[in-house]
């Protein structure tokens, strides 16, 4: 005897009916089989909105209609498909429940309530309905078959919608349909699953009873224990256990083998793949489990069994579950100190309120006990406690019992972790990668199972960032580029260029968005980069910065990417109002706009207390100096306590090459023109002698090295004489230039007497930022610097009385977008060894 159960996925349409049947037929040839059928895939969702609706005051008329409507539709396929199958003579056999269901219904309609035995009956109609689809399917395939009907065979106690199996009488019950001598015994017995028969007290007459919620894997336990069946197998629509649910982490892996005590922590802990009740019974009597896919039968599956298992001799955690809707209650107090039988007061007073612990923890002052049950029962469950302590409370020797809803479990499970070490570090660590805060914390004493209880709406992160840190998979970083001109289109050419490289050291780089003033695409999966450019001329969005933003925002809290990176590629002088938004909603942002960081202290403060607060960061390396590291290089200094004693540097190409030129001769003039048509100046040279971009650039320099310091506070000194006028078109201020040619040849003719060069930038003494020209002596290290090349002399208290200078390209698309994308990798947090 082989036992297979079929859940909704598996019975979901006429064309999954067909396949399960035919994966019936084949166990049959080379065995007995049980089959157990559960519902078709929704039924039990509707049957329970019926209820609940009825309940309400609503006629629950219509969804009979449903139910007889997609039965009926099931049927006619399977007619049309399955010569021999007789969809009038099926509905014919169904029709009596639906007719039930209809009274049932109209009752509760005028009751107002559901009595248990009324929910057990509605609720077990799903199973009834389905099993005599099963039973003409496989009579028009001509097999051998008998319809049980499960309320004769399995039997419960305890709880009437959740029972606990009665095994005795099951066994009892399922005795003469055991494997024997007689040869004729019919090959496929075909059992509702879900439904069963309970039996309030010794001796009374069993009524219908349930398994609870999706108690059909249970039933397939019960029956074939009893069968005595040599395997039970378990066929659902993925391919067998995977280290975690696959709709949640796309690269979970499949589990080849595994424990069943290993199995049944995962289920416990919420992994939907096997009811939590499911291998007691197995375990108990040696019988391997299979987890199966319907949908690709000729997947080989999850072996469940005894163990050890040679696939699994390395690895130490087999699977991460999460259980949502849960509540974390804590009863404290002085009274809970020393005080014996504390502990069994409480826990009696749960099992009174008929609610089950899934999780205890204490504090190891034994001042709190805090424990987990379901969220619909926390509030029962804080009452009885109240009421049970209501003289302590008032006597403050308890405190009020505290109810923490909306939580979850998060579960890392493994035989292995016995002999592992560091286990319980890596979970918390991947946690805390995440900036998830551990409400509280505990290890089961099999030592196969750890749990934290975290904030519910942080479970899917929580299993991404767990799975993350125990299966290598590669570090997500989701970039949403915002600009894609000249620096941040090279920058994602780059990332295109450079993402398999970086797979191969465990980094997976996507760009999710990208913005331009032609409007954005967003993709959940990453954007083809092959070919961004063209997708760009399509956008998904129209341009809008701040809806854009926005909605770019909504996704980042919606989906939880792991690492999202916001990249302002702009030069936009807007955008940075929206930085605070933006970190806020858990995004790193890593941008060469000045913009934020020149902007006034205050907000310079914010940036960072709200990137800290989020555990992001804010990255701006590029903000001075393009890929040269000065921001990195600075901060570095600082923290380790050096201090900046004072600082010179050429920061803007434009004026490095007009000034380099005026060494060799040439007029002031033509420098400038020259370097205009090099494209080294804005459009307007005027924008880079103002000094303003240079001015921004010391800013962020002095703010570095620890200076509160506004823009307004730095001194400009003009680059042209007083009796210039620099007004008028670009053109205009272009044909006056050659006024000052001679003021400047003058300059530099007096300074050569000196051996000393003209340079332009800007200089930090005592606290205090200037800019404008600098008369530059052979021995310093700005003499040479010119042709564009940028130069920062740094002098500090360990750097002197020879600075440290980075000197270098401080401008370019390529050397830029190389430095914003150094940034984005920085965000991937230090992902610790393995322990294999
Ligand atoms: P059935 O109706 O056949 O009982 P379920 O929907 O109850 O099927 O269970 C199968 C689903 O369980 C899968 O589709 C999968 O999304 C989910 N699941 C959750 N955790 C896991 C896991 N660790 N391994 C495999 N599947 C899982
Ligand atoms: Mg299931």
């Not at 309400?56 to 010569?83: A, F, M, W």
């Not at 959940?524 to 933003?549: H, T």
């Amino acid at each position: 005897m082989v036992t297979l159960k079929f859940g909704g996925t598996s019975m979901a349409n006429a064309r999954r009916i067909l396949g399960s049947s035919e994966i019936i037929i084949n166990r049959a040839k080379e065995d007995r089989v049980s089959v157990i059928v559960s519902a078709v895939a929704g039924v039990s969702n509707t049957l329970q909105s019926a209820i609940d609706a009825t309940v309400s005051g609503i006629s629950g008329s219509n969804y009979v209609t449903d139910l007889r409507n997609t039965h009926n539709e099931i049927c006619r396929e399977l007619q049309s498909k399955l010569p021999g199958f007789d969809a009038e003579k099926t509905m014919a056999v169904l029709e009596p429940n639906f007719v039930e269901l209809e009274k049932l219904l109209a009752g509760l309609y005028s009751f107002g309530e559901c009595p248990d035995t009324v929910h057990c009956r509605i609720m077990g109609m799903g199973e009834i309905l389905l099993a005599p689809i099963m039973e003409a399917v496989l009579l028009a395939k001509k097999q051998s078959i008998m319809l049980m009907d499960s309320r004769k065979f399995v039997y419960t106690t305890g709880n009437q919608k959740e029972g606990e199996a009665d095994y005795g009488r099951t066994a009892e019950a399922c005795l003469p349909f055991r494997d024997g001598e007689n040869k004729s015994q019919t090959r496929i017995l075909l059992f509702q699953g879900f439904i069963c028969s309970w039996i309030k007290t010794s001796g009374a007459t069993p009524v219908m009873g349930l398994l609870g919620r999706n108690g059909s894997d249970f039933s397939a336990a019960i029956i074939g224990s009893c069968l005595g069946a040599k395997r039970v197998e378990f066929w659902t629509d993925v391919d067998g256990v995977y280290t975690a649910d696959p709709r949640v982490v796309k690269d979970a892996v499949l589990v080849d083998d595994m424990t069943y005590e290993e199995a049944m922590e995962l289920s416990f802990f919420g992994s939907k793949v096997l009811h939590p009740k499911t291998l007691a019974p197995l375990q108990a009597k040696g019988i391997e489990a299979w987890s199966l896919n319907s949908h690709n039968p000729s997947a080989r599956g999850t072996r469940i069994g005894k163990g050890p298992f040679e696939s699994r001799a390395k690895s130490s955690i087999c699977g991460i579950s999460s259980l949502k809707h849960v509540a974390m209650i804590s009863v404290g107090g002085t009274l809970m100190r020393g005080r014996t039988g504390m502990a069994s007061r409480i826990f009696s007073t749960v099992s009174a309120a008929k609610s089950s612990v899934l999780l205890i923890t204490q504090s190891s002052s034994e001042y709190t006990i805090s424990f987990c049950v379901k969220d619909s029962e926390a509030d029962i469950v804080r009452d009885a406690l109240s009421k049970n302590f209501e003289l302590e409370i008032r006597e403050q020797l308890i405190d009020e019992i505290e109810v923490h809803k909306n939580c979850a479990i998060i579960s890392v499970v493994g035989d292995g972790m016995i002999s592992n070490r560091g286990v319980a570090s890596k979970f918390t660590n991947a946690l805390s990668s995440q900036d998830i805060n551990i409400i509280a914390i505990a290890q089961g004493s099999s030592e196969r199972c750890i749990s934290a209880v975290i904030s519910g709406e942080l479970a899917d992160t929580a299993v991404k960032a767990v799975h993350q840190f125990f299966f290598h998979t590669a570090q997500t970083i989701e970039v949403f580029a915002f600009g894609a001109g000249t620096i941040g289109g090279t920058m994602i050419d780059q990332i295109y260029q450079q993402h398999d490289k970086l797979l191969k050291e465990n980094v997976d780089i996507k760009v999710l968005a990208i913005t331009t003033i032609d409007g954005m695409i967003l993709n959940e999966d990453g954007i083809d980069l092959s070919n961004w450019r063209e997708q760009m001329k399509n956008p998904m969005f129209a341009f809008n910065s701040d809806v854009n933003v926005n909605d770019i925002i909504k996704f980042v809290k919606e989906k939880k990417p792991l690492n999202p990176v916001f990249v302002d590629c702009t030069a936009s002088y807007d955008l940075p109002d929206r930085y605070l938004d933006i970190l806020n909603a858990g995004m790193s942002i890593a941008t060469p706009n000045k913009r934020a960081n020149s902007k006034n202290m205050e907000f310079y403060h914010q940036l960072r207390k709200t990137a800290n607060k989020m555990h992001r960061r804010f990255l701006y390396e590029t903000n001075v100096g393009a890929g040269l590291p000065i921001i990195d290089t600075l901060q570095n200094l600082y923290k380790s306590g050096d201090k900046l004693t004072s600082f010179n540097g050429i920061m803007s190409g434009s004026l490095s090459y007009i000034f380099g030129k005026l060494d060799e001769g040439v007029p002031f003039s033509k420098a400038v023109l020259e370097a205009k048509e090099l494209r080294y100046t804005e459009p307007d040279p005027r924008d880079d002698l103002n000094g303003m971009d240079v001015a921004r650039k010391g800013l962020i320099i002095a703010r570095e090295s620890g200076y509160n310091i506004e823009l307004d506070d730095i001194t400009m000194y003009k680059v042209f004489p007083d009796s210039f006028d620099a007004s008028g078109t670009v053109e205009e201020f272009l044909a006056k230039l050659p006024q000052v040619d001679d003021y400047f040849a003058k300059k530099i003719a007096d300074l050569k007497k000196q051996n000393k060069v003209l340079r332009m930038g800007a200089t930090i003494k005592d606290g205090k930022v200037s800019v404008g020209m600098m008369e530059v002596g052979q021995d310093d290290p700005l003499y040479s610097v010119k042709g564009g090349e940028n130069a920062f002399v740094f002098y500090t208290e360990r750097y002197q009385p020879i600075p440290l200078t980075v000197r270098g390209y401080g401008a370019g698309a390529g050397v830029t977008a190389a430095g914003v994308f150094g940034d984005i990798l920085r965000t991937v947090s230090f992902n610790p060894e393995g322990l294999d």
